[in-house]
């Protein structure tokens, strides 16, 4: 009985471990929105073109539409017992780049099925050696290919 206990109660432990959990409480306490699987997050990108100067960074749009269903699909017998599947889990998050502190950033990171992080940008303009550029490639670093920088006009 004292191994069948023990057993259930560290199998208890470890299906109620969920870093994605503390990861979807920090970035939306951060201000950020999350998208999940079962939303079907789209990105689309427009740039704009001008002359551009080597010495500056140009940032397009990126607008996210998602697909909303109702709500999440019901879990499986499977999910329910190990963990719930990549329809459950987070495929894209939008931050400001206020919002995107080294903390967030380390969240950001256990997220298995994380595809975009899509980051709005102070300005569409951004000398190449500001600290913006400097705080977003270091982001680039630790979350290679899925950094999305945008900016959004005031409407």
């Known amino acids: 009985m004292l191994i069948i206990v023990t057993l259930t109660g560290a199998y208890l432990a470890w299906r109620i471990h969920d870093p994605e959990r503390a990861a979807v409480r920090a970035i939306?306490?951060?201000?950020?929105?999350?998208?999940?699987?079962?939303?079907?997050?789209?990105?689309s990108v427009t740039f704009f073109s001008v002359g551009m100067l080597?010495?500056?960074?140009?940032?397009?749009?990126v607008d996210v539409v998602d697909y909303r269903a109702a709500g999440p699909p019901p879990l499986t017998?499977?999910?329910?017992?190990?963990?719930p599947?990549?329809?459950?889990?987070?495929?894209?998050?939008e931050l400001r780049l206020e919002q995107l502190t080294?903390?967030?950033v380390t969240h950001l990171a256990t997220l298995r099925e994380l595809q975009f992080v899509v980051v709005e940008m102070p300005s569409a303009v951004v000398g190449?050696?500001?600290?913006e550029v400097k705080?977003?490639?270091?982001c680039r670093e630790r979350l290679p290919g899925k950094i999305y920088p945008t900016f959004r006009p005031a409407s």
């Open 77 to 83: 017998a499977i999910e329910v017992l190990f963990r």
């Open 128 to 131: 190449a050696d500001s600290p």
């Open 102 to 104: 080294p903390e967030i």
């Open 54 to 61: 080597p010495e500056n960074e140009y940032y397009g749009r």
């Open 135 to 138: 705080k977003l490639s270091a």
């Open 28 to 43: 939306r306490s951060a201000g950020g929105q999350v998208h999940f699987g079962y939303q079907n997050p789209v990105t």
């Open 85 to 93: 599947g990549s329809e459950h889990r987070v495929r894209l998050v």
